[in-house]
Each structure stands twice: as structure tokens, then as C-alpha cells.
């Protein structure tokens, strides 16, 4: 026997079955069909999305609701047509249905079982029992009873749906899907079967499942507020976020008091950086529910997102009073507060957070930085050191210790934290710190070494190069500095610094030549640069080059007018060509730019006979005469001059 689609469960002659079907319970009381809550809601904190989750209200329930009228079975067929046993009587099905009627669904089952054990209509029966079972939400007997009546009448359309809705109830949602979409096949005007499929693949994350049959739904009912909840919540689900805000606002316009509807707009808008339309959907919210503590919370972050710090501040103050021990919260009117510079309030709301949830690092570091803002070293690093032991390889805390170290030019105590950085992010620029900081304090031995991890790791870098020479010639490992130099040099042509340790190293092994040949180099790279002008022109006086220092003075002279050693040096070189008119200009001018290099100029010393021009004479053999005219005098410039980049 065949029954009309829509036909199952208890039966009344000319009367109706009642199939049920999940519903949400608003909090005013009144219903509305909603999509099942997907995992695409959003649980944001601190810095994330909404995080805005049903409140106590918003939970599923079933309730009845009237599906279909249930008509007469077509004249000549009976039960038996369909293979199943014929009815005894109906004296227990007939009780079962008054009480039920008269809302007493414990006793209607009692009247139900033992209309089954009279051997009463199966198929009645069975179907009562199952609607009841629906009732009282004991799914897993609800379930049983309508896989009864699908096997007895597998195109048993209501049958299929209601064996659906048992299964969704034990969150068996694959099973679910499959009762719906075979009540949809067997039963195409069934449109909420469609409904139903789109609420299962919400709830096993597949979104382009749930879009297909609530699209489906749509184009039967355009102004379906389930099927544009659904489709909202299936395009967030799959990251369709503008399609989100389209569907649910469209949700909206059809029930503006829907509480699911609003809040999920306000999160879609939240990730849409919709920032005023979703306080907008959050305040209409609060406007039926002032106590809403996710839409007080959505507010909130809506004013933070948009900028608006003061806004935020006022917000999560009034969202914490309803729920003060929110982490979130105290974290958020902590972060609103620094974004203020209420550096205190912050600490303060920042400690209540770590009061709540003591393991949580980033709130240890919201609090370092607060008080490293205010000068708080001790508290800072005493923050930074409590977040390390939670996790040793935490980089905002070692990158914040390392700071406080280096403000208080502890850089001995930042070296290690520096090492540890380099080997968490696995980088080399921090392994680079640790050795400039380990030069700083003058341990030489370890600093050479660090630099040479920077360019065993990275040969071509010029600056690890460079600062290893710089090392290494501190350490008196001449080889190894010129050696580092020449790498500099090599790797970038031209490179001023480089080539200048290299001429101040030949110059300090008095191999002039070496020295002259690179600052002929440097003069290419940089012809008017006044001090590399008065080195080349110091080299080529030491080796008794004097036109050409003369030159280069002159050249360093005409770049900086008022370079006193300069001036003095020409002097020195032009007396040496028997200029001695210009030569005293020269130190004239040199003397005048700067007096202070004639101090030590008559410093004492022990002569020698031929500067004084001393001779024996017959008369008085043993006695010394002195005849020394002011051009014997020797001069000191060259004997005192250093190039000045030596270091």
C-alpha cells in the first residue's frame, strides 16, 4: 500500500499528522526558523573577529509546527496493501489519540505501547509513537521508530523528514542530510526538506552544500528569511564575506527583530571593516535587549575597530559590569585604554586580565609594554621574564627584554636573549646585534667571533665584513683584519670605510706605498672629500712628495676653508720647497683657525748637534757655541699628524 506524500504518524480520519521541525526561541518568546549555529561563527578576542556567540535564549528547542494535512487514504486501500499485518482493533490507539489531544503525551504513549502488543494497526501505531518520541526530544526512540516506517514504506515522504529531524536531534547530521534529501526527491513540493539539508551542511562545514539547497529554497520562497539566514551563514562559512553581509541584510529587512540575524550581521560587517553598520546591528540589538552582553561586547569592538578609543573605553566598561570575569574584555579596555595613553588604567585592567587567565602571554606583554611606557624597568622585565617561563621562545618577550636591557644599557644581559632570537626565528640579524653589542663592551674575543657566525652564514655581507676587520684589528690580528677589509672591498668597489682601514693598516705597518696607492682609489670614489684629500696628501709628504702633498692640501683647503691642520701641513710642505713666504701664511692661518695646535711646540727634548749648529773650535775644544737660525727649527706637523680615520 502506497499513502499520500506527506502521510505518516498518527492518523485521524479526516484529520491531520504533524510533522516537526527545529525552531529558535527568541527572546521575546516569539519563533523564528533558523539555520543550525555553523562553525563559521566567529569567536573573536582581543584582536580577532566578533566573537559574539548565542546567548542562553538563542538555543535550538524543537516545537511543534504543521506541515501538511494528512488526507483520507484513497478508497480500497488498506495497510494490508503494503504488506504489512493487518490491524487487530483500535481500542488502544483510539485512547492513545484523546490523550493526546488532551496534552497528556505520557499516557498516549502508555495507550500507543499497548495498542503495539494488541497487534493494532503497525503502521498508526508506530507512527504515533514516533511523533511522541519527537515530542518529548528522545531521539534516539524517535529515530528507531521512523526507520520502522521506512522500512515498511520506503517512499514515505513525512516519514523520511521527521526520520531527519530525530537524527539532527542526536547530531547525526550525515544520516540527517540523507533522510532530507530522499524526502526532497520523494516529496519535490517539500520545501522544507530543502531548509533542513542546507541546516545539515551548515553543520558538517559544507558550505557549498548548504548553499546549493538553500539557493534552491529561495527561488521557491524569494522572501524566505530562513533560506537568506542560511545562505548569509554559508557564505561566511566559505569566506564569501561581502555575499554575507548582502544575504543577511536582506534577512534583516525581513525580520528587523531577529536576534541571530543582527548579531551575525554585526560580525560580517566586523570582518568587512563595516565597522559603523555593525555597532548599527549590535545597538538595534540592545535597543529590544539592553542586557545583551555579546552585542554590548560587538559594540565595543565595532568603537575599537573604527578608532573610536574613547567610545571602546565607555563600552567595555559597561559590557564588563555584566560580565566581569570576561578575559577578553578586561584585555580589550586594557588595549583601548593604552591606545588613550592611560598607561595606569590600562596596567590595571591588563592585571585583572592575568588574574583570570594567568597563562596567557600576550596580555604579559600588553602589561611589560605599559609599564616600560611609564619607566617601570623592574615591572617591564619582571612582565617580560613571567611571559619567558610560560614560553621560553616567546619573540615579543625577548625582543621586549632586549629592549629594556639595551635602555638600560645592560647590553651584556641582552647578548643571550639576542642569541635566542636569532636561533627562534632562525635569522642572522640578530646574531649581528649580539656581536656589535659584545664590541660596545669591548669584548673583543667573543665579538670576533659572533661576526664570524654573520659571515659564515651570509658571505656576502659587507657590514659583518667590515665590523670583523674592525675586531680583529683590535685584537692586534693584522692578517685577519686586511684579510676582512679586502672581503669589504671586493664585495663593493668602492666602499669608502673599507678602503680607509685598509690604507690605515699598510700606513700602520709603514708600508706607505700601499697606503698611497689606496687613497689614490679613494680620491677616484670621492675627489672632494677634504679629510681623504689631507690623508693623501699626509702619505705623500711622509715620503717626501711635497709638490703633490701641496697639491692635495691646496685641494682639501678649497673644500673646507677653514681646516686648520690643513693649512699648517701646506706650511709645512711649502717651506720645504724654500717657500717660505707662503709657508708662513700657512701657519698663520692654521694658527688663527685653531691656536690650540701650537701647544707642545717647544716642548723640551734633548737636541741633537746639527740641529743646533754647534762646533768644536780650537780655543776652547769641549765648549759649544750656538748658531741656529729659525729655518733650522724642525718643524712637527708631519711627526704629529695621524690620519684622522685611524681608530
Not at 92 to 102: D, K, S, T
Not at 373 to 390: D, F, N
Not at 432 to 447: N, T
Amino acid at each position: 500500500m502506497s499513502y499520500p506524500q506527506g502521510g505518516c504518524g498518527t492518523v485521524l480520519r479526516g484529520g491531520v499528522t504533524k510533522i516537526f521541525a527545529n525552531l529558535r526561541l527568541t527572546e521575546n518568546g516569539g519563533e523564528e526558523s533558523t539555520s543550525s549555529r555553523s562553525s563559521a561563527d566567529s569567536n573573536e578576542t582581543r584582536g580577532g573577529g566578533a566573537g559574539l556567540d548565542e546567548t542562553a535564549n538563542d538555543r535550538e528547542v524543537l516545537a511543534p509546527r504543521l506541515v501538511v494535512d494528512l488526507l483520507e487514504l484513497p478508497a480500497g486501500e488498506t495497510p494490508a496493501a503494503a504488506g504489512v499485518p493487518a490491524a487487530a482493533g483500535t481500542q488502544h490507539y483510539a485512547a492513545a489519540v484523546r490523550h493526546y489531544l488532551n496534552r497528556r503525551p505520557d499516557k498516549a504513549l502508555q495507550e500507543l505501547l499497548k495498542a503495539r502488543e494488541a497487534g493494532e494497526d503497525p503502521v498508526e501505531v508506530s507512527g504515533g509513537i514516533a511523533q511522541i518520541y519527537l515530542d518529548e526530544r528522545r531521539f534516539d526512540q524517535a529515530a528507531e521508530s521512523y526507520r520502522e516506517l521506512v522500512a515498511w514504506d520506503a517512499g514515505n515522504a513525512a516519514a523520511q523528514f521527521n526520520l531527519g529531524l530525530a537524527l539532527a536531534g542526536l547530531e547525526q547530521y550525515e544520516e540527517a542530510r540523507g533522510a532530507f534529501r530522499a524526502a526532497a526527491e520523494q516529496s519535490p513540493e517539500l520545501g522544507d526538506a530543502q531548509l533542513r539539508i542546507g541546516e545539515c551542511c551548515l553543520k558538517l562545514n559544507d558550505a557549498q552544500g548548504a548553499q546549493e539547497s538553500y539557493s534552491a529554497y529561495l527561488q521557491r520562497e524569494p522572501d524566505s528569511f530562513a533560506a537568506l539566514l542560511g545562505l548569509g551563514v554559508a557564505s561566511q562559512m566559505s569566506g564569501r564575506l561581502d555575499a554575507a553581509v548582502k544575504f543577511l541584510t536582506r534577512a534583516v529587512e525581513k525580520q528587523p527583530d531577529s536576534q541571530e540575524a543582527l548579531m551575525r550581521l554585526g560580525n560580517a560587517c566586523l570582518e568587512t571593516q563595516q565597522y559603523s553598520e555593525a555597532a548599527h546591528s549590535f545597538r538595534q540589538i540592545l535597543k529590544a535587549h539592553p542586557d545583551s552582553v555579546k552585542a554590548l561586547e560587538g559594540v565595543s569592538l565595532s568603537c575599537y575597530r573604527a578608532g573610536d578609543h574613547a567610545a571602546a573605553r565607555t563600552q567595555y566598561q559597561a559590557f564588563l559590569k555584566l560580565s566581569p570575569s570576561s578575559y577578553d574584555g578586561w584585555c580589550n579596555l586594557g588595549r583601548a585604554n593604552q591606545k588613550l595613553g592611560a598607561f595606569e588604567e590600562a596596567i590595571e585592567a591588563f592585571k585583572t586580565a592575568v588574574e583570570i587567565r594567568s597563562d596567557s602571554g600576550e596580555v604579559l606583554l600588553d602589561l611589560a609594554v605599559c609599564q616600560q611606557e611609564l619607566g617601570r624597568i623592574g615591572e617591564a622585565k619582571a612582565a617580560y621574564e613571567q611571559l619567558l617561563r610560560l614560553n621560553e621562545n616567546s619573540l615579543p618577550a625577548l625582543q621586549g627584554l632586549t629592549a629594556v636591557f639595551e635602555q638600560e644599557n645592560d647590553l651584556a644581559a641582552a647578548v643571550p636573549h639576542y642569541f635566542q632570537i636569532a636561533k627562534v626565528t632562525d635569522t642572522v640579524g640578530p646574531i649581528f646585534r649580539a656581536a656589535a653589542a659584545l664590541q660596545k663592551i669591548e669584548k673583543w674575543d667573543q665579538a670576533a667571533a659572533a661576526y664570524e657566525q654573520c659571515t659564515d652564514r651570509k658571505p656576502d655581507w659587507v657590514d659583518a665584513w667590515l665590523q670583523r676587520g674592525m675586531v680583529l684589528s683590535k685584537l692586534g690580528q693584522i692578517e685577519g683584519a686586511e684579510a676582512a677589509f679586502q672581503k669589504v672591498v671586493s664585495l663593493e668597489p668602492g666602499h669608502v670605510i673599507g678602503l680607509l682601514k685598509l690604507a690605515s693598516l699598510y700606513a700602520g705597518r709603514r708600508e706607505i706605498d700601499r697606503a698611497r696607492a689606496v687613497y689614490e682609489e679613494l680620491l677616484g670614489v670621492k675627489a672632494d672629500s677634504p679629510e681623504i684629500l689631507f690623508n693623501a696628501a699626509l702619505l705623500e709628504q711622509k715620503r717626501g712628495n711635497n709638490e703633490k702633498a701641496a697639491e692635495y692640501y691646496g685641494k682639501a683647503i678649497s673644500v673646507k676653508p677653514d681646516f686648520a691642520e690643513a693649512h699648517l701641513n701646506l706650511g709645512a710642505a711649502l717651506r720645504a720647497l724654500d717657500r717660505e713666504e707662503d709657508a708662513v701664511q700657512c701657519f698663520d692661518r692654521a694658527l688663527e683657525l685653531k691656536p690650540q695646535l701650537a701647544k707642545g711646540y717647544f716642548a723640551l727634548r734633548p737636541y741633537r748637534r746639527d740641529e743646533l749648529g754647534l762646533r768644536e773650535t780650537p780655543a776652547a775644544s769641549g765648549q759649544l757655541t750656538a748658531g741656529m737660525g729659525s729655518e733650522q727649527r724642525p718643524d712637527p706637523a708631519l711627526s704629529r699628524r695621524r690620519l684622522p680615520f685611524e681608530r
